[in-house]
């Protein structure tokens, strides 16, 4: 792969992988059972790039996901549009250099009867409609013999093809229902009943074996499914659904949808465009200053200026003419369009270029684009940060789904504490606040943002905070050092994980040579368990040096039946497959160093083999793989901690890499906080058409240019609870703690069905104290909701672990009219907690009034 999976991303490949195992393992069964797997995640999760790992996995095996080989595996990725199958090959090719050779696009004539195993084959509704000369023939029941017409002389069509592959024992045939990149209109009118054919199998051609759906949402995938009218033999062993939550916390997508329209009456479009435009240079030189601070290059950000679907020329060079007079440095080749007319159009004096929409995302000369619709449905740009959509009041639906395809962030990651790099502008000069509010509840309604809250936010007219010159330096000092917590990873490899590390501190030269460092402690391991498990080794060493098996032996006359068994010496050939199923177990690079560590004073060709046979046989002991991941978790903690400061120097990229590797761990890590740069907030409010300040308060770590914080958005207990906290002797600053990024207090628990979560409590306060200033974590909840129980629970353990790095821990709940807390700092309150499996039984016998 190219590209380092982010943690959900690694998570929903290896349960894929599990699911795709087993569909294989049950259609290859005595009963032949046919089955189905499906893939859903949100707009801008990277899905291809998850698919991308999956197929690999099953062409060529996985250490990472303990995956090996399928041999015949066959991708056969179908969907609507022969458009979107190329963006999908183009991204593919993208994601992963082993697939670039594999990937196949169906077309007339199509000469092969079978689909050769390792390859993946892009096939759409279109060619095989009855009039395609891919299947022309297939179906001649009404003509005569003799008169079959295959065309161009090729003797098969691509249903024979189909056939011959699934009848293959040694081929299994994967079909991709790419759903995922659907567009919101109207699809081919004979896409169900293709599909249908396809799935179910039909006339001479059986089922496909197994079907694995990628879709935006799961019912998306179930109704496409339902039109298909998928027989009910075939069954669906799971869908792996990943959380939305996840997604956003990673910060491949923009926090925050900021929208401005004008407040009154009238055509305020050229207005607008010169916002639009003032804004996007604004963002570029907010770029331009990041990468110099950074030493990286700089995000060149684009507006797309999205017209209606027929534009007129004149409108459109009253647009461009905007455009230059605002942004007079704007170079003459800057503007391109993308519309269905794949060449350069003519707008009064301005003649405008084509680029396809692939390739927008790699041309930084382009910084304002033409659009109308969607541009197409797999398309997305990163670097598009400003939107000033034309369109009428009515066309949400072609905004909203615009907009969907500038969420991703230009760096694969969030700007850590910097809301105005973490966000997209969209700008409706033909809107007013009620045509605007329905676009605001279709992007929180549909795949966009997952209509739930998942830390994405929809701005309207938001104002920018930035560092509050009335707060200590000595309260921003002791944020930077306030321990964190990671969320922990389903799939994680401690011996990965430390081999990223040490490579990414040879880079960095912070420790030489660290590659060879950590596997030498693993070696040591490895001699360890050597010695200490001797007899263990000397039997598995004979185990790999033999080949065990059994004769079956019946005589007719009496029907009598002898088993017996036999052995023989290993040679090399088995030797080698025992290395390698061994390697997997304990990785490929400390099996291959291990050897070379084994075999370094070896002057014949035996030793060498010997050193084969330790390592395949090691590998074999239960006791080697868990020792090797406990040693490598100790090297991981000790140089995370040894080098902590050194990294808080280097560019936020690295840093971002170390907070990655760090959460490469199945339990909660310990990070520190990134210092917030800027947030953006709304100020006002509309009430009956009249609009309204939102209160604020003062002292926040973040301000506007008074001072002062907008709290008009907290409930009547957080504002209770910051007053109180605020009033107290000795207050500092507070800091509402943002709900997503390293910026952000995060606390992991575990949920009821014990799958790990973060917990962003509501506040934190500082305080001037004997000790110096302290910080703490103050989070009022209630006690009703359903993740209450949990999340006390992660406060309780948290607290354990780092109290003493805080005033206070304490969370806070109404309680029949009156608050009350619970003091995490004693411990009796949180063995009380821990004790509990209901949050109101966990107040009732450990809180105090607040």
């Known amino acids: 792969m190219r590209f380092t999976l982010k943690d959900y991303q690694a998570d929903a490949v290896g349960d894929t992988l599990r699911e795709l195992t087993s569909a294989r393992d049950f259609y290859r069964s005595a009963s032949r059972r046919v089955s189905s797997v499906a ?493 200490q498990y001797a007899r263990d080794l000397a039997k598995a060493v004979d185990d790999v040096l033999t080949v065990a098996g059994g004769t079956v032996r019946g005589q007719a006359r009496h029907g009598l039946r002898q088993d017996s068994s036999w052995q023989e010496v290993a040679d090399d050939r088995a030797i080698q497959d025992a290395y390698r199923t061994g390697a997997r177990t304990i990785t490929p690079d400390v099996a291959r160093t291990y050897l070379e560590h084994l075999a370094a004073e070896a002057d014949d060709e035996d030793a060498y083999r010997d050193a084969n046979v330790r390592v395949a046989a090691l590998a074999t002991l239960p006791q080697t793989r868990p020792a090797l991941d406990a040693e490598a978790d100790r090297i991981a903690q000790e140089w995370l901690g040894r080098y902590r400061v050194a990294i808080k120097d280097l560019p936020e990229s690295r840093q971002s890499l170390y907070a990655e590797i760090t959460a490469m761990s199945t339990d909660p890590q310990l990070i520190s906080m990134a210092l917030p740069k800027n947030h953006q907030e709304e100020t006002k409010r509309v009430v009956d058409d009249v609009e309204q300040l939102l209160e604020s308060r003062s002292l926040h770590l973040l301000s506007d240019e008074e001072g002062m914080f907008p709290v008009g958005k907290l409930n009547p207990d957080e504002i209770e609870v910051l007053d109180t906290e605020m009033g107290r002797s000795g207050a500092l600053a507070w800091y509402r703690n943002p709900i997503g990024g390293r910026d952000s207090m995060s606390i992991a628990y575990q949920d009821r069905h014990g799958e790990w979560r973060t917990l962003r409590p509501d506040f934190l306060f500082f305080s001037d104290s004997d000790e110096g200033v302290r910080a703490s974590i103050v989070d009022p909840h209630g006690h009703w909701l359903p993740d209450a129980t949990w999340k006390l629970h992660g406060m309780a353990r948290f607290a354990a672990l780092y109290g003493d790095q805080f005033h206070r821990i304490e969370a806070i709940s109404r309680i029949n009219g009156k608050l009350r807390v619970l003091d995490f700092q004693l411990a009796e309150v949180r063995e009380q907690v821990l004790a509990e499996s209901d949050a109101s039984f966990a107040y009732d016998r450990a809180s105090v009034e607040y």
Not at 89 to 112: C, I, M, W
């Open 39 to 531: 893939l859903t995640a949100t707009t801008g999760a990277g899905k291809t790039v998850m698919a991308a790992a999956v197929i690999e996995s099953l062409f060529w095996g996985s250490d990472d996901f303990d995956v090996v080989p399928d041999e015949g595996a066959v991708v056969l990725w179908f969907s609507d549009d022969p458009a979107l199958n190329q963006q999908t090959r183009h991204r593919l090719e993208q994601a992963s250099d082993r697939l670039r050779n594999k990937l196949v696009t169906v077309e007339h004539p199509f000469r092969y009867p079978k689909l050769l195993p390792g390859r993946v084959y892009f096939l759409n509704t279109s060619k095989l409609s009855r009039n395609s000369l891919l299947v022309r023939g297939h179906d001649d029941s009404n003509t005569l013999d003799g008169m079959q017409s295959h065309p161009d002389t090729v003797p098969f069509t691509f249903w024979d093809t189909l056939r011959s592959t699934i009848e293959d024992d040694d081929l299994t045939l994967y079909m991709v229902l790419d759903e995922a990149h659907r567009g919101m209109g109207k699809r081919p009118s004979d896409t169900p009943t293709i599909v249908k054919r396809l799935i179910n199998g039909h006339a001479d051609v059986p089922p496909i074996p197994i079907v694995w759906g990628i879709s935006a949402t799961v019912q998306r995938f179930e109704e496409a499914m339902s039109e298909a009218e998928v027989h009910s033999n075939r069954v669906h062993l799971a869908t792996v659904q990943v959380d939305p939550v996840r997604i956003q916390e990673s910060g491949l997508l923009k926090d925050d949808i900021v929208l401005d329209f004008p407040a009154e009456t009238g055509d305020f479009s050229t207005v607008l465009l010169r916002r639009g435009v003032r804004k996007v240079k604004a963002i570029s030189e907010a770029w331009a200053a990041y990468a110099s601070r950074q030493g990286e290059d700089p995000i060149r950000p684009l507006m797309v200026l999205q017209v209606p679907n027929k534009p007129s020329p004149t409108e459109v060079a009253g647009a461009i003419d905007v455009i230059r007079d605002e942004w007079p440095e704007l170079e003459a080749d800057a503007i391109a369009h993308v519309f269905g007319e794949h060449t350069a159009q003519a707008f009064g004096p301005y003649s405008v270029s084509y680029v396809s929409p692939e390739r927008v995302q790699d041309a930084s000369h382009v910084r304002v684009l033409l659009a109308k619709d969607a541009i197409s449905t797999g398309w997305d740009c990163p670097r598009a940060e400003v939107m000033v959509s034309f369109r009428p009041a009515k066309d949400e639906t072609h905004i909203t789904q615009l907009l969907g395809r500038m969420i991703r962030t230009p760096l694969a990651r969030r700007i850590e504490g910097d809301d105005l790099l973490n966000s997209v502008e969209c700008i409706l000069p033909r809107f007013d606040r009620t045509t605007a509010s329905r676009v605001l509840e279709r992007i929180m309604g549909n795949d966009l943002t997952s209509g739930g809250d998942t830390g994405q936010r929809v701005l309207v007219d938001p104002q920018l905070m930035v560092p509050n010159p009335a707060v200590q330096d000595e309260v921003w000092e002791l944020f930077q050092k306030l321990p964190a917590e990671t969320l922990p990873r389903k799939h994680a490899n401690p011996i990965k994980r430390v081999t990223n590390l040490a490579h990414a501190l040879a880079a960095d030269r912070l420790l030489a040579d660290a590659g060879k460092l950590a596997h030498e402690r693993l070696h040591g391991v490895l001699d360890g368990l050597s010695a």
